[in-house]
């Protein structure tokens, strides 16, 4: 099964980010675009797992939340990688990388341990909207997202965290829970199915 580690945005948020996709869906352009629903803030992908490995990654993230503190976070900003010149994806940013790099840190060493190697690349938050296949018909795209480069789609509260399989299908991936990380204010991790 493929698997990541992610935490969820809100309605309100996700409304949000919705007619921001509608209204850039408009300007054309060569993109896959992520279904609102399914829009997150990854902190680790596992990709391909074994169905015994889930007990392991469990107890893991488990340990990790222990040290996590929940934040805030202001989904704000449009941008792609490597950048707009020539995207391979879209995506709209997130400030208070310190509060999110705590919650990232033990994600990263507790998953480590148990052989999950760290990412390579620096760790750079954000919410991916769509994913660049062609460069046809871009300038127009990429006039309305410099036209939208201020959008902001409001606060996050980040204070759990989401083992999430991910099945891809012909119309794109489909997401399950698998387990939520509650943080706790003091200190002490609840696991809710």
């Not at 391979?88 to 480590?112: C, F, M, S, T, Y």
């Amino acid at each position: 099964m493929r698997t990541f580690i992610a935490a969820e945005l809100g309605p309100e948020i996700i409304a949000r980010l919705a007619n921001l996709l509608a209204e850039l869906k408009l300007s054309g352009g060569s993109v896959r675009w992520v279904r609102p629903e399914s829009i997150h803030l990854t902190f680790k992908f596992l990709g391909e797992i074994k169905t015994e490995e889930i007990r392991s990654i469990h107890e893991a993230l488990e340990r990790a939340v222990l040290s996590c503190e929940a934040c805030t976070v202001k989904a704000a900003r449009l941008g792609g990688f490597p950048d707009l010149s020539k995207p391979r994806v879209l995506w709209v940013g997130l400030d208070n990388q310190e509060g999110l790099e705590k919650i990232h840190k033990p994600v990263e060493r507790e998953l480590a341990r148990i052989g999950y190697p760290p990412e390579k690349r620096a760790f750079r938050p954000h919410l991916t909207l769509g994913r660049v296949k062609s460069l046809r018909g871009w300038e127009t795209l990429r006039a309305q997202i410099e036209e939208n480069r201020d959008f902001s789609a409001g606060k996050i509260l980040i204070d759990h965290l989401v083992f999430i399989e991910s099945r891809l299908r012909p119309s794109g991936a489909e997401y399950f829970k698998l387990k939520t990380y509650a943080f706790k204010a003091d200190g002490h991790m609840t696991g809710v199915e």
